[in-house]
């Protein structure tokens, strides 16, 4: 049994797949994609909307309006968390969320109003501010313990997971939540994934965005909202819950636009550090693997570097179902790993849909970003006792 670095008490998401981690186990067993159609500035697209019934929650919250989408998004996915199990009261409870383009869809809206002479609120400042997408949900819950944000682009949900652990190790807190959100669809963050040439033209393809699929002849990123959070702990009454026991963590050395060597040396190390805290097999691992072409090469190959010729893990691609949700999409991943722990798994359609993905008890989840920094976790099943 290998050493918990944290317990993981409990998990809550909201996504494509609904608003819940019963509903994000429903959607992966079905194998279904979820990414829908949306017009953008008269720009036809396919995006990871989320549910209508997530959507009637979100303008039902009891924040306030004038809250940015993404934390109302993180008080859904908090709230799921915590559904069935809270930390006992009086423990000090640290939070650290994960967010890449921040409160993105308030400034803009705010900016856009700015622009064109309109008056903007004198909230403006304070509710586009990383911050407030901590503050508020410490607040809603009475935490009382640290409250960090965190932006390291896409890998920010797993830099705010690897946050959690040193202060948890360190003995400062008993308790930490940790996460990502993003609200994502917006339109200049749209503008720019297309600019980079990254985002999807598969308008009509059930299939829009094709991670790991290596004879695609373009990149097919495509955006999806979301957000996912970790309850962690060290408290030994929570033993028999999934663990986290390794991380790593790497920055790549290349000063290309995106950040990634052709190897994936980034990728390459970071798996290489999560993997020392406990040698042993691994079953699985949760590709980053955005479905852009030189991503999910360079990936590939670090991938391999590690893993032989046939004792390479089976590597599940969840952004074909549910789209790239940037910063909180490692924090999702890891409920997706969470999922696996406990039933197999459907390969999506256009890598074999009858093909399962088993049941694992040790599993990798990777994340990275531009800039090259990337971040791996390594999960272990409490059967694995």
Not at 5 to 21: D, E, H, Q, R, T
Not at 120 to 143: D, H, K, M, Q, Y
Not at 245 to 274: H, L, P, V, W
Not at 317 to 346: R, V
Request: proline letters at 6%; charged letters at 15%.
């Amino acid at each position: 049994m290998a050493k918990a670095l944290a317990y993981i008490a409990g998990a809550g998401g909201v996504g494509p797949f609904g608003n819940s981690m019963s509903e994000l186990k429903n959607s992966l067993s079905s194998g279904t994609c979820q990414l829908n159609s949306m017009t953008v500035r008269d720009n036809l697209m396919r995006a990871g909307t989320l549910s209508k019934s997530c959507e009637d929650l979100l303008h039902s919250s009891p924040l306030s309006n004038k809250c940015d989408k993404s934390v109302k998004m993180a008080l859904l996915a908090l709230r799921d968390c915590l559904i069935s199990d809270k930390p006992d009261t009086g423990r000090r409870i640290g939070i650290s969320m994960g967010t890449s383009r921040g409160l993105t869809r308030t400034w803009e809206s705010s900016y856009d109003a700015f622009s064109n002479g309109r008056p903007i609120s004198p909230f403006v400042s304070p509710v586009t501010t990383p911050g407030n997408l901590t503050s508020e949900l410490a607040r809603e819950f009475n935490f009382n313990g640290p409250e960090l944000t965190v932006s390291m682009t896409c890998s920010s949900g797993m830099a705010a997971i690897i946050n959690g652990l040193a202060w948890l190790t360190s003995g400062w807190v008993d308790d930490f939540i940790a996460g990502g959100s993003e609200a994502a669809l917006t339109p200049f963050t749209l503008a720019q994934a297309q600019a980079l040439n990254l985002y999807s033209n598969l308008l009509n393809d059930d299939w829009p965005c094709r991670p790991l699929d290596t004879e695609k002849a373009q990149n097919t990123m495509v955006i999806g909202e979301g957000a996912g959070v970790l309850w962690l702990t060290l408290d030994e009454k929570y033993r028999n819950c999934p663990r986290i026991i390794g991380f790593g963590a790497a920055r790549e050395d290349e000063t290309s636009m995106t950040g990634i060597s052709e190897n994936g040396d980034a990728f390459y190390k970071a798996m290489q550090q999560a993997l020392s805290f406990s040698p042993g097999p691994i079953e699985a691992i949760l590709v980053h693997a955005p479905g852009t072409q030189k991503g999910d090469e360079a990936e590939l190959r670090a991938i391999n570097r590690i893993f032989p010729s046939g004792e390479r893990p089976v590597l599940y691609p969840l952004k074909a179902l549910i789209g790239h949700t940037y910063g909180a999409s490692g924090p999702i991943a890891c409920l997706a790993a969470l999922t696996l722990m406990d039933q197999a798994l459907p390969m999506p359609a256009y890598l074999g849909g009858s093909i399962k993905v088993p049941k694992a008890q040790r599993i990798l989840v990777n994340s990275a970003g531009f800039g090259g920094q990337s971040i791996s976790l390594l999960l272990e099943s409490p059967s694995n006792d």
